[in-house]
């Protein structure tokens, strides 16, 4: 079943479409993350939706009713925000207990719901504690707790996790991921992080200048994505010209494979680094590698070919078989990682 539907939803800030005709569903107990550079209009879009930006056209619509009108208090949204604005002068309890008070809720059963919570999010027992005692992460606990305890249709986060260091960000989005998953809530998260993003998201969603330039699981976005924003976004840039007939195309890199079905004509290619293989320098494609940039489980290696006009290549590489700066080697491209994209619209 849909709980979130956007239909047509257009913001403007004087001359500029911060959304623009904005489509989208999401599903009960369905994840989504909306992904895209900064100023694509990702906060506007969780402000539409909450209510606190109300759309010059289109309409919001959740579980099956029109938000027009309805006030942000009463939407049964559940907002977290980036900063994430815990009540300094009121303990972890009283945060967390804040939307419940609002909502009337007897002290008793608010108690209850709180110490449930809290157990929750791995903070068991922290009713008393004053909030500046903790830490980020513990910080960022309490104020999803908080975020949680009116239990919302639907949850909002808008960069949960901005201010925390990394190794703590991506332990905590495998935590999310297991908890909402448990709780079956539906949440519609924005980060600029696509790290976070795909790992929290049963579907991504990616914008550019107020539109939605792709959707889909984070594998479909990862394996194919649809256009050449879309591709270097998620910092793929083997980008390349192409004539594409048949299902194959001409490029300076040589013949590469195009799936069966292919549009016929000019293009443009993309090579996934993880397709591009190194052999011998006598075999495929002759080039030099120019850098080598170790990132962990991979080596990027930057290869220049011969022809000088040709973009330079990223071949991603394990790390034994990782040849040095300076060194020749051929170049085949596997045909599973060649990804041709749409026109720009
Ligand atoms: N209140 C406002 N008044 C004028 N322009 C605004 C306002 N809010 C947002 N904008 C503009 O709308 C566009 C989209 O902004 P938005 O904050 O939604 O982007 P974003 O994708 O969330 O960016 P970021 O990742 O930097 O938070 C930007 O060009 C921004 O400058």
């Not at 967390?96 to 009337?104: E, S, T």
């Not at 080598?292 to 790390?319: K, M, N, Q, W, Y």
Request: aromatic fraction near 4%; hydrophobic fraction near 40%.
């Amino acid at each position: 079943m849909t709980l979130l539907r956007l239909d047509e939803v257009t913001v403007r800030f004087g001359r500029r479409d911060a959304l623009d005709a904005v489509d989208l569903e999401v599903a009960e107990h369905e994840t989504v993350s909306v992904l895209g550079p900064s100023g694509s209009g990702k906060s506007t879009m969780l402000r539409v939706v909450a209510g606190l930006q109300r759309p010059d056209t289109g309409r919001v619509w959740l579980a099956g009713r029109d938000q027009g009108g309805v006030p942000t208090h009463r939407r049964g949204v559940g907002l977290m925000f980036q900063d994430h604005q815990l009540f300094p002068q009121r303990d972890v309890g009283g945060n967390v207990a804040f939307g419940l008070r609002m909502r009337k809720m007897g002290r008793a059963e608010a108690d209850r719901r709180v110490a449930e919570l809290l157990e929750l999010v791995g903070l068991p027992g922290a009713q008393r504690r004053p909030v500046d005692s903790l830490s980020g992460g513990e910080q960022q606990r309490v104020a999803l707790a908080r975020a949680l305890a009116p239990r919302p249709k639907l949850l909002m986060l808008d960069e949960p996790l901005g201010q925390l260091d990394r190794g703590l960000r991506e332990r905590l989005v495998v935590e999310l991921r297991e908890l909402f998953g448990r709780l079956g809530t539906t949440v519609l998260a924005v980060t600029h992080d696509q790290g976070e993003a795909f790992a929290l998201a049963d579907r991504v969603v990616v914008m550019e200048n107020g539109r939605i330039a792709q959707t889909g699981t984070p594998l479909e976005v990862w394996q194919r994505p649809a256009t050449e924003f879309v591709a270097r976004f998620l910092g793929f840039d083997n980008v390349v010209e192409a004539i594409v007939h048949g299902e194959v195309a001409d490029t300076v890199w040589g013949k590469l494979p195009v799936p069966p079905g292919s549009r016929p004509g000019p293009g443009r290619l993309l090579v996934r680094p993880a397709g591009v293989r190194l052999t011998d320098p006598e075999e495929g494609l002759a080039c030099t590698v120019v850098a080598r940039t170790f990132r962990g489980d991979h080596v990027a290696l930057i290869l220049r070919l011969p022809d000088p006009a040709a973009p330079r290549l990223e071949a991603s590489c394990a790390l034994r078989d990782a040849p040095e700066a300076g060194a020749r080697a051929g170049v085949v491209i596997d045909p599973a990682d060649v990804v041709l994209l749409d026109p720009e619209p």
